[in-house]
């Protein structure tokens, strides 16, 4: 019930601005964040990574013993339910991270059923903390925000990210041909970003109008998709289905009819599937 999410979002803002604060720490040093190659040399983590997910699950655990957690670094394994759980990002956008770039935050969201219900962002170097609880408003640093509304993808920011799961030529070329067809619809502007769930937020606050990816984790767009849905925007797959937390795909947007057009243009180029071609 609410008053239960509102306590479980208190507990959720405290974590993040701890682990916000770690972040700053690393920031403020001139040594490396120790560096370490996962699955390929775009999939990167840090001991800041792990300390601060470590940190934040012990919060969210104590505060919510029976909850389950899927987490990036350390508890990935485990498959979404429909029982309610944590879904944890230390440090989304660990590249900007080490490259001491402002775009990086830790995301907090819960799923209950499969389904996003309460989601946390913060974002340290700019000092924004999003949050946001299902039915309730979406807000930065207390303050209610919303999306830009843009309806018209001549009009529109849109966000993309490169491939990090694999940089085979069939991906490369998906990438290029959804690129050449955006610029040639023609859309205002495209962006490439380095944090699925700063980006997420930039289109909750009206600064992106879309941002989409295939290859994304359910720590990557839990947070941010309540956050989003609760400042009027939509979520959908990048097909222009139903958004779905596991299916890896996700495709943002400040309206209805903006995701619509943009879904058009991946489904021409079958912007739909995590392979290694
Ligand atoms: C990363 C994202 C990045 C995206 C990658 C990856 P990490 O998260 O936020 O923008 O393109 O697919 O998921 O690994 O930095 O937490």
Redesign the pocket.
């Known amino acids: 019930d609410e008053v239960r999410l509102r306590c479980l979002l208190d507990e959720a803002v405290g974590a993040a601005q701890q682990a916000g604060n770690l972040m700053l720490e690393c920031f403020g040093r001139s040594d490396a964040p120790g560096v370490e190659e996962k699955t390929s040399v775009?999939?990167?983590?840090t001991k800041y990574?792990r300390q601060v997910e470590d940190l934040v699950l012990a919060r969210l655990r104590a505060c919510a013993p029976d909850f389950r957690v899927v987490a990036?670094e350390t508890a990935n394994t485990e498959e979404l339910t429909d029982a309610p759980t944590w879904v944890v990002?230390?440090?989304?956008?660990?590249?900007?991270?080490i490259h001491r770039q402002s775009e990086?935050c830790v995301l907090i969201g819960l799923a209950v059923r499969k389904r996003p219900v309460l989601g946390v962002c913060f974002i340290p170097k700019m000092d924004e903390l999003y949050t946001a609880i299902k039915g309730h408003g979406a807000f930065c640093n207390g303050r209610r925000i919303s999306c830009s509304g843009c309806e018209d993808l001549t009009k529109a920011l849109v966000n993309l990210?490169?491939?990090?799961?694999s940089r085979g030529p069939k991906v490369v070329e998906r990438i290029l041909g959804v690129t050449r067809d955006l610029l040639a619809h023609p859309v205002r502007g495209v962006r490439c970003?380095?944090?699925?769930?700063?980006?997420m937020i930039h289109v909750a606050r009206g600064r992106l109008d879309a941002y989409f990816?295939v290859?994304?984790?359910p720590?990557?767009v839990c947070a941010g998709a309540v956050i989003v849905e609760e400042a009027a925007g939509v979520c959908l797959d990048t097909m222009g289905g139903d958004f779905d937390l596991s299916s890896r795909r996700i495709l943002v947007a400040s309206s209805p009819k903006l995701a619509q057009q943009v879904a058009g243009i991946l489904q021409r180029q079958r912007y739909d599937t995590v392979d290694a071609e």
């Open positions: 775009a999939d990167l983590v990574d990036e990002d230390p440090i989304d956008g660990t590249t900007n991270f990086c990210h490169m491939p990090s799961y970003g380095g944090s699925a769930g700063v980006d990816e290859g994304i984790y720590w990557d």
